[in-house]
């Protein structure tokens, strides 16, 4: 059938008819492979996207890190190229796998696990202990929301849980330790003579012509940042209150209308001794023990002396466990509940369980709610009629300016009009950010989105905390261009001075390696003739660091020696060494302390780790289809 109808299209009659099939495929078959990969992407993985904007922010952070931990001897140069930026996407993509495969597992970040390790931050604690308000500070200070800093953690903890996982599962058995112990504390003779970088670097000219030639063979490498000045208009309901108030009449008639409310709180003062569930003892253990504590005190022991001697808890411990006043939703749940259940003071609780172990609460006083007078509650009351009124303010401009964005999202001049906002600029900023509210990463891709960068409209409205937005339209565009070159000149040249030594210098080396031959007997004869002086190393270790890290690495991936030494060429530092190889010695796992041992099960276990990670990065590669646009990069 399929034959005789091949055969009867033919002709005029074929030309018309796949004439009218390829109309379909050129509207709708051309349209869906450019919408393949959005405007906005550099890559696409599977049904997500990591956007340019996403990347050049995660990719200036990476440099700027980069900056700080190397500090002059971070090369702008070298960080920019090409093939690292492709190695940070690669990593951004590795990085999404994990977390789509993560998903698909069902695994997810509770509440509960967030919590916790903001909590467990350093960086968000007073004393030991999370503080609320530091928190806040702290994210404000880099431009970050709460909301906006959790999704990220949560994001990090979900691309963690399966190299997590795969950690725990790991098993190294006694006689891989001993191979790695065996490696590890290897050591290796050898006799060197070193090949002056320096010597060679002073006969080296680098002319101008040539430091052009080189300027223009690799000008993406001299781009400077791309970046943009915005004008914004920012709407802060704490800048709405001002000048808002009440007199004392309308003051006191609130205070009246809701006297009960202007009460303190039933406080309590409380002890306890806290028993933790860690790596000395476990949950049962620990429960055990609180049971037994309660116990002892019930038969009339003294509450202080086993405070000190059993609490975990170092800040009231040596105390008696005397946690002072105590008021509602100062601590966790179950810790409040327990306390406001006992029913007189020195009523002592059963154990109660908390995330932090398990307490024995002793009810030490009680101390009663007591009304506020109208002048200790009138701060409160005004506080909270300006909180109301901004709020309610702040509602009514922010859906204004909405619609005012809707009807003219060209301008930014009708919301300056009709709501009296001040149009504000920023100081010229790039895709890793600036100062004030170019710090907001929110803002920074906003302000780099195809939207406002491209099409040059005014952005959606940006929340930057609580009752707190902006909206923001380009005000200048400042493209990546070429340095001039007379910025450049003096790190190309240094460059070409850099290479052209060491080339020069490693092909002495190698003439010098040759004279010597392969076992290395003409050693001490050549570096004699050649004004060189030897040096031996009787002992070297793998971590010998203070001969340099690229050579003490390359030293060590050279084979053993067999009957005799082997000649090498090897970097030391900026030199060139020429490296007789004369013996292994290697180490010895039966005179490795448990401390060590234990050190190299762990750094098997995470490179057990590692394998696996890698295997499954590799699995997710291959069945998951990942494009990439390169000119995006």
């Known amino acids: 059938m399929l034959q005789s109808i091949r055969d009867r299209v033919t002709g005029v009659v074929a030309i018309f008819v796949l004439g009218l099939l390829a109309v379909p495929f050129l509207f709708f078959g051309v349209e869906s492979y450019i919408r393949a990969v959005p405007q906005d992407a550099v890559a696409v993985v599977g049904d997500d996207e990591i956007s340019v904007s996403e990347f050049q922010t995660s990719f ?38 994990l977390r789509q ?85 290897e050591q290796r003779k050898v006799s060197l003579v070193e090949v002056s970088y320096d010597g060679f670097a002073e006969q080296v000219e680098v002319t101008e012509a040539e430091i052009e030639t080189y300027y223009q063979d690799n ?53 306890h001794v806290l028993i933790e569930v860690g790596a000395e003892r476990d949950q049962q253990e620990a429960r055990m023990l609180a049971a037994e504590i309660q116990q002892r005190l019930l038969d009339g022991e003294d509450f202080a002396a086993l405070a000190e001697e059993f609490s975990d808890d170092p800040g009231s411990r040596s105390e008696g466990g005397d946690l002072g006043w105590i008021q509602p939703e100062e601590m966790v749940a179950p810790f409040e509940d327990a306390l406001y259940g006992l029913d007189a003071p020195g009523a002592i609780s059963e154990p109660v369980e908390t995330r932090f172990g398990y307490h024995i609460i002793r009810l030490e006083e009680i101390r009663p709610p007591e009304g506020m007078s109208f002048e200790e509650a009138r701060e ?8 109301r009124e901004t709020e309610s303010m702040y509602i009514e401009i922010s859906e204004r300016l909405i619609d005012l964005v809707f009807e003219d999202d060209t301008t930014l001049e009708p919301l300056s009009r009709d709501l009296g906002l001040d149009i504000r ?26 939207m406002v960068l491209l099409d040059g409209t005014v952005s959606d409205p940006i929340e930057l905390d609580r009752n707190h937005m902006v909206v923001l339209k380009i005000d200048e565009h ?72 690229d050579f003490v690495n390359a030293l060590f991936r ?70 990439v646009v390169e000119e995006r990069l």
């Open 478 to 549: 400042f493209p990546a261009e070429p340095r001039p070159l007379a910025a450049v000149s003096e790190a190309i040249r240094q460059l070409l001075i850099r290479q052209r030594a060491s080339d020069q210098a490693r092909s002495r080396a190698q003439e010098l390696a040759q004279a010597m031959g392969p076992a290395g007997d003409e050693l001490d004869r050549v570096a004699e003739e050649a004004e060189l002086e030897v040096e031996s190393l009787d002992r070297v270790a793998r971590y010998d660091f203070q001969h340099g890290g």
């Open 558 to 627: 050279l084979p053993a020696p067999g009957d005799q030494p082997s000649i090498h060429v090897l970097p030391k530092g900026r030199n060139i060494a020429v490296v007789r190889l004369e013996g292994v010695i290697p180490g010895n796992p039966a005179a490795a302390s448990e401390m060590e041992r234990m050190s190299a099960r762990q750094q098997l276990r995470f490179s057990q780790m590692g394998y696996e990670v890698a295997g499954l990065i590799e699995y997710l590669r291959e069945n998951t289809r990942v494009r």
């Open 219 to 271: 000008i993406d490498n001299f781009m400077t940042s791309e970046q943009v000045r915005i004008a914004y208009v920012e709407l802060n309901a704490s800048e709405l209150g001002e000048g808002l108030s009440l007199d004392d009449e309308e003051l006191r008639r609130r205070y009246e209308a809701a006297r009960q409310r202007y009460l303190t709180p039933e406080a309590r003062r409380a002890s």
């Open 101 to 185: 495969h993560a998903e698909s597992l069902g695994l997810a970040v509770t509440e509960g696990t967030l919590s916790r390790v903001i909590r467990e931050i350093p960086s968000f604690q007073v004393e030991g202990q999370f503080d609320a308000e530091l928190y806040r500070q702290i994210l404000r200070g880099t431009g970050r929301t709460p909301r906006g800093f959790e999704q990220e953690l949560r994001e990090d903890l979900l691309v963690n849980a399966i190299p997590s996982s795969l950690a725990a599962s790991a098993i190294v058995t006694e006689a891989e330790i001993d191979r790695f112990i065996a490696l590890q504390q």
């Open 60 to 97: 200036a952070r990476y440099r700027a890190n980069l900056r700080q931990q190397q500090g002059d001897a971070y090369d702008e140069i070298a960080t920019n190229q090409p093939v690292v930026r492709r190695e940070h996407l690669e990593d951004l993509i590795d990085q999404l796998l």
């Open 380 to 387: 409160e009351i005004l506080a909270e009629y300006i909180e």
């Open 425 to 450: 600029t920023t100081e010229p900023f790039g895709r890793s950010g600036g100062a004030g509210i170019a710090a907001n990463r929110h803002v920074v891709e906003a302000a780099f989105s195809d």
